[in-house]
């Protein structure tokens, strides 16, 4: 029986679901970081400081694995983690991990190759044809070169991977396919798609009368995105929770001079794909010698730390914690600890949707401007099809339930509905 693949790869979480003719779609499963059966794997790579391949190169690890790796190492090794948003980078060339230099998509495809295995062990052999979810635009793109960049980059890494015939799908045009099972009528359909990386939108006709349209893209009225979603929010909460504690908006008296503490040093520590990168030889002269100039060195002391010890994904995991609890509840109780940092603050909702308003006014903005350049009004439109982890926000909902009312709002699957329409869409190419 022919049996076709769609492979999600995202920037905190990638899911892989193969569909059969008739639209039937299964998802792989993998074991999660608590040994549990999980539909998503984490994006996620970590690099052992002690172990080596046969080819001499540091041990790669990904997913669950490369997260228990990582907190059992003790700072060592390296931990990579949303390496979609580099895609659209031009100075991302390579990187030295240990000594040893990747590319981008060898990174990559040590992802996809590991997300090729389990599915394999699931469901035999899986064929070298795939069709692979994309933003809309890219993270970090400014233009469609960027974007075409980025596209070039990601194919390359599939490839590396065994994969010969890609296809590529705008992500909520994949979502799109999978709410369109669950529809016995026709409607216009705007789908939002919110990650960790990008926010991305189609606007869309679906239901039994564009299914049996021969030209199905014509059912397409317009698509767009920014590259803004849970990790932008992740770097409000360190800059307004944990970078004052860190030094930010300290000083330090250089020959005379009292200078603020950079703040691109506390950018770079609330943006996960740059953490890691935080740990060179340059910047952690820089940061001793600040240090011993500081007015206030325990703080700066601090960030070393964290910076040494290759904490990113420690505190990323504190961040999300609260970003996570205050999608259910009013308060959230920050709490990161890696001695001497210990770092307790309450958090309100209310104050976190003030710090993510600019994301949120973006957000709302690129929805406006798709709907204008298509000419639809917010009335035309007859649901609104919410998915991605970063839907469970309240304030990116809250976008939805004032332009379209709560009755036309649609959920569900949030992680796995875009490998899901992948797949529904493979059985097209
Ligand atoms: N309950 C929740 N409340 C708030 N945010 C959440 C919740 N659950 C997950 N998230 C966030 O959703 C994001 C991950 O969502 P998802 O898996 O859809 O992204 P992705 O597909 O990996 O990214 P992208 O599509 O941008 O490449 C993370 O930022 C995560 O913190
Ligand atoms: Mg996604």
């Not at 603020?260 to 910047?283: A, C, D, I, N």
């Not at 798709?370 to 926000?393: K, Q």
Request: net charge neutral.
């Amino acid at each position: 029986m022919k049996r076709v693949i769609g492979l999600d790869f995202g920037t905190t979480n990638s899911a892989l679901a193969v569909a059969e003719p008739g639209g039937a779609s299964t998802l792989a499963s993998f074991e999660s970081e608590e040994g549990e059966v999980s539909s998503t794997f984490r994006s996620i790579l970590y690099f052992s400081a002690e172990e080596r391949g046969a080819d001499k190169r540091p041990l790669a690890v990904a997913g669950p694995d490369a997260i228990k790796r990582y907190l059992e190492a003790d700072g060592k090794g390296r931990l990579i983690q949303s390496m979609k948003s580099h895609l659209s980078s031009r100075t991302f060339t390579q990187t030295n991990i240990l000594g040893r230099y990747y590319t981008l998509d060898d990174l990559i495809a040590v992802i996809v190759r590991k997300l090729i295995e389990a599915a394999t062990r699931q469901f035999g052999d899986l064929g070298t044809s795939v069709v692979v979810g994309r933003p809309v635009h890219f993270s970090g793109a400014d233009d469609s070169d960027d974007d075409d960049f980025a596209l070039g980059r990601l194919r390359a890494a599939l490839e590396k991977a065994g994969f010969e015939q890609v296809t590529f799908e705008f992500e909520p045009v994949a979502a799109a396919y999978r709410y369109e099972q669950k529809l016995d009528h026709d409607e216009l359909v705007l789908i939002g798609d919110f990650g960790g990386g990008t926010s991305d939108f189609s606007l869309i006709r679906l239901g039994p009368t564009a299914k049996q349209k021969p030209d199905k893209q014509s059912n397409i009225l317009g698509n767009d995105g920014v590259g803004i979603a849970g990790d932008a929010f992740d770097s409000r909460i360190v800059m307004n929770v944990v970078a004052a504690k860190l030094g930010l908006g300290t000083h330090y008296n250089s020959m005379g001079k009292i200078l603020p503490m950079p703040s691109w040093l506390y950018q770079r520590l609330g943006s996960w794909h740059h953490v890691s990168f935080l740990k060179e030889s340059q910047t952690i002269g820089m940061l001793a010698n600040i240090k011993s100039l500081s007015i206030e060195p325990e703080k700066i002391e601090a960030l070393l730390h964290i910076i040494r010890n290759d904490l990113g994904y420690k505190l990323y995991r504190s961040v999300e914690r609260t970003k996570v609890e205050l999608s259910d509840r009013d308060i959230s109780l920050f709490f990161f600890k890696d001695l001497p940092i210990e770092i307790k603050e309450k958090v309100r909702r209310l104050y976190f949707e003030t710090w993510i308003e600019p994301e949120i006014s973006k957000i709302e903005k690129c929805v406006n401007r798709l709907l204008e350049s298509c000419s639809v009004t917010p009335r035309d439109v007859d649901s609104v099809f919410l998915t991605g982890g970063s839907a469970f926000v309240p304030a990116v909902r809250r976008i939805f339930r004032q332009k379209f009312g709560a009755d036309r709002l649609r959920g569900g699957e949030e992680l796995t509905t875009v490998a899901r329409g992948l797949a529904l869409r493979a059985l097209e190419v």
